[in-house]
T-cell receptor, first 113, second 119 residues
Framework: DAGVTQSPTHLIKTRGQQVTLRCSPKSGHDTVSWYQQALGQGPQFIFQYYEEEERQRGNFPDRFSGHQFPNYSSELNVNALLLGDSALYLC????????????FGPGTRLLVL | AQTVTQSQPEMSVQEAETVTLSCTYDTSESDYYLFWYKQPPSRQMILVIRQEAYKQQNATENRFSVNFQKAAKSFSLKISDSQLGDAAMYFCAYRSAIRQGGGADGLTFGKGTHLIIQP
């Protein structure tokens, strides 16, 4: 049973560019959450997708957007990249119930120069 | 908004000894879930243990156990018989039990505790 997968593993962009990160959830999961983890910090919740809609959002600007596809996979898009967007981006999947455990992928390391 | 505080940036323990990692949280909710996640250098976040707030019994998973004090809003993790493979960043996380708009709430994490295992 494949766990949560993310692509790419590493990415280097320059300021002002746009980036798309991808996530495939664990088999049987229908909910995908995205987190940003700056170096030396705990992950910060960006948003969550369930039934192809953004259901909840953390304190992130509109430059951060996403999408969920019918097969439950998801994309995170970041526009107009800033140096401060450099971080590890984690995707987590779960069933769509409050008590369900979130399982994390290995992350995508984004470096903005 | 909920907050999670881990007051120990780094802890060190001898192999085979016991160590306790601290976590406190702030919430006005009565029903929620608490988690400990482990993040080794490979950076994959791995669930260690979870606790439902409505359960009085402390969760246990093999060498890992928690001390959940709801009134004190405290949720510490005890690792017994520490092993070299336990070395990692440990994150405490909170999740509301309130289902908002479908799906489930995002996790609120602490800043983490770096656990070092001395051979």
């Amino acid at each position: 049973d494949a766990g949560v997968t993310q692509s790419p593993t590493h990415l280097i962009k320059t300021r002002g560019q746009q980036v798309t990160l991808r996530c495939s959830p664990k088999s049987g999961h229908d909910t995908v959450s995205w987190y940003q983890q700056a170096l030396g910090q705990g992950p910060q919740f960006i948003f969550q997708y369930y039934e192809e809609e953004e259901r909840q959002r953390g304190n992130f600007p509109d430059r951060f957007s996403g999408h969920q596809f019918p097969n439950y996979s998801s994309e995170l898009n970041v526009n107009a990249l800033l140096l401060g967007d450099s971080a590890l981006y984690l995707c987590a999947s779960s069933h769509g119930y409050p008590g369900e455990t979130q399982y994390f992928g290995p992350g995508t390391r984004l470096l903005v120069l | 908004a909920q907050t999670v505080t881990q007051s120990q940036p780094e802890m060190s323990v001898q192999e085979a000894e016991t160590v306790t990692l601290s976590c406190t949280y702030d919430t006005s909710e009565s029903d929620y879930y608490l988690f400990w996640y482990k993040q080794p250098p490979s950076r994959q976040m791995i669930l260690v243990i979870r606790q439902e707030a409505y359960k009085q019994q402390n969760a246990t998973e093999n060498r890992f156990s928690v001390n959940f004090q709801k009134a004190a809003k405290s949720f510490s993790l005890k690792i017994s018989d520490s092993q070299l493979g336990d070395a990692a960043m440990y994150f405490c996380a909170y999740r509301s039990a309130i289902r908002q708009g479908g799906g489930a709430d995002g996790l609120t994490f602490g800043k983490g505790t770096h656990l070092i295992i001395q051979p």
